[in-house]
């Protein structure tokens, strides 16, 4: 028989905006923000493809995929 430890379970969740649970409820409770992260997620890459070639693509991807991150904390940075 093998033995997995359980995994540990967080009932303390500290809203720290980098949890996936906290991104969730950010942006069901912004709708407008969310949508506008969908257009930047979306857009990106075929902003990037057009001004930088395949290089651009790549940018893109990473400069979407880090807001879509990091909005829910600069949000609550600044206040909002």
């Not at 009932?11 to 409820?25: I, M, V």
């Amino acid at each position: 028989m093998v033995y997995t430890p359980a995994m540990p379970h967080r009932s303390d969740s500290s809203g720290t905006a980098f949890s996936a649970e906290s991104r969730r409820a950010f942006y069901e409770g912004h709708r407008s923000i969310a949508l506008f992260m969908l257009v930047v997620v979306f857009a990106a890459p075929f902003a990037g493809l057009y001004v930088a070639g395949l290089l651009g693509v790549v940018i893109g991807v990473l400069v979407s995929a880090t807001a879509y991150v990091l909005t829910p904390s600069v949000w609550k940075w600044i206040g909002g």
